[in-house]
């Protein structure tokens, strides 16, 4: 029988995946949790086309017996991790624990005391005799007079104690400015003479007025500001102003029913080969043909990470180590189908293929500071470009910087990736959303009724 393996860390979006590719009469070989540090566990399913027979579960009963042992195997309990034999294991030795003490207890008391040492011989009197009358009473039960031991309590007397000498304060010294002259026999003066006003530090700086001082106090350079007030002229409000010019940036993503090579660019580390990833799976479940080449040799496990990823999504997976394996992949991939390939860090340009379009997506590091995004993102030609995926959303402070660069460079934001999670896809990138980001309000709310995000 022939199975198919799905990961994910969903359930419904699983049985989705496994309905629309074998059918709703799929049947369930096997399901289990997959355990990550530091992060929710995976969910794999193991499904197969249906055999056929009046016998089959369907597949809605299959999802409740499935999400009912996967709760089960991800419970508290199930995650100590005993087995019978531990169990086992665990009462024989609290029966050998009980047994033990219990024969303790047993030669212990058939023990005699033993005798109390010499010296402790005078200590405790066993007779009245040697005692005086007052304790030799307590020692008979009928002993009708209560002794009550009288105890004289001694006034307290402080000892003697000499006085601390007195404390001599010294006089504050004089502050001598030389400025001012000092007469003979006076002493100097103790004003301090103020600063000129030059030296005071300026606490506040103007703001310029309009549209463009409010982006630039906001953190826009001044090319970019005087960028979106030609994209919005007329507007006052700064995230009006930033969300019209983001909205009017050039954006192209791929036509339906069209192959097209999709790849994401950036400098090392800007988190490119995980939002392709993102990018392929959200495509995957939305019904196109998807299928995944990895091309990276720059550095080592970087084909064998793209395998492993194309295992887990459920994606077929080509080599290319050169030119003519990028066309033969094109080729062998169906009519229509978006081909994502991770290339390495830096620049790169696939071969012509007719009738194939590239998009080429620049991966931008939000958290990354600005002056190292100019350097690393200045060997990109923006007017090749299809729009900016800014990736590690989650780790930035402020998308001012990167904001700033992509509209001087006249590229939009298409996507936003965050965290290292392939299976929560990607996000689509809304201008306003990333305007109201930038800055904040009393209320929370614009004018356009959006909610507004607090920096």
């Known amino acids: ?47 197969s086309p249906s055999a056929g027979g009046d016998d089959a579960l369907t597949l809605a009963l299959q999802r409740v017996l499935v999400q009912g ?14 087995t019978v034999g531990d ?54 039960e009928d002993a009708v007079e209560e002794y009550r031991p009288v105890v004289a309590i001694q006034p307290f007397q402080a000892p003697d104690v000499p006085p601390p000498p007195p ?77 019209t010019a983001l909205s009017a940036a050039r954006i192209d993503y791929p036509v339906e029913n069209r192959t097209a090579i999709i790849s994401i660019q950036g400098p090392p580390g800007s988190g490119r080969t995980t939002a392709l990833m993102r990018m392929a799976l959200d495509c995957a479940d939305s019904g196109r043909e998807t299928v995944l080449v990895a091309g990276d040799s720059s550095h080592a496990g970087g084909r064998a990470q793209v395998h492993a990823y194309g295992e887990a999504l459920g994606l077929t997976v080509f080599d290319a180590f050169g030119s003519k394996d990028l066309v033969a992949a094109v080729t062998r991939a169906p009519k229509g189908a978006c081909i994502f390939v991770d290339v390495p860090a830096g620049r790169w340009l696939p071969p012509p293929i007719p009738g194939v379009s590239h998009f080429v997506y620049i991966a931008v590091p939000a958290h990354w500071q600005a002056s190292v995004l100019s350097v690393e993102l200045a060997t990109f030609e923006p007017a090749h470009c299809a ?12 998308l001012t ?46 004018t356009n009724g959006r909610l507004a995000v607090t920096a």
């Not at 990961?7 to 355990?35: C, H, K, W, Y």
């Not at 979106?228 to 995230?239: F, R």
């Open 87 to 140: 169990l086992e294991d665990i009462a024989s030795r609290e029966r050998l624990d009980q047994e033990t003490l219990r024969a303790f207890d047993l030669a212990y008391a058939e023990q005699d005391p033993a005798p109390p040492p010499e010296w402790f011989e005078g200590f405790v009197a066993t007779d009245s005799a040697g005692l005086p009358p007052h304790l030799a009473a307590l020692l008979h």
């Open 69 to 82: 042992s996967l709760e089960h195997a991800q419970s508290p309990a199930a995650s100590r991790g005993l």
């Open 167 to 243: 404390i001599e304060w010294s006089s504050r010294p004089y502050i001598v400015t030389g400025k001012q002259p000092v007469e003979p026999g006076q002493p100097p003066s103790r004003e301090r003479q103020s600063p000129p006003a030059a030296a005071l530090p300026r606490r506040f700086q103007p703001v310029e007025p309009g549209v463009a001082g409010s982006l630039i106090a906001a953190g826009f350079t001044p090319a970019a500001a005087s960028t979106i007030v030609a994209a919005a002229p007329g507007l006052q409000d700064p995230q009006d102003a930033l969300g």
């Open 401 to 446: 910087p990167a904001l700033s660069l992509l509209v001087e460079s006249e590229l939009g934001v298409a996507f936003l990736s965050s965290g290292r999670d392939v299976a929560t896809g990607i996000a689509v990138a809304d201008p306003f959303t990333l305007a109201s980001g930038v800055f904040t309000t009393s209320t929370r709310e614009t």
């Open 1 to 47: 029988m022939e199975t198919k393996r799905y990961i994910g860390n969903d359930m419904a979006r699983i049985f989705v995946r496994v309905r629309r590719e074998l059918g709703p009469d799929a049947v369930i070989v096997q399901t289990r949790s997959l355990l990550r540090d530091g992060a929710d566990p995976l969910i794999e399913v193991l499904a």
């Open 387 to 398: 729009g900016a995926i800014l990736t590690g959303t989650d780790l930035a402070v402020s």
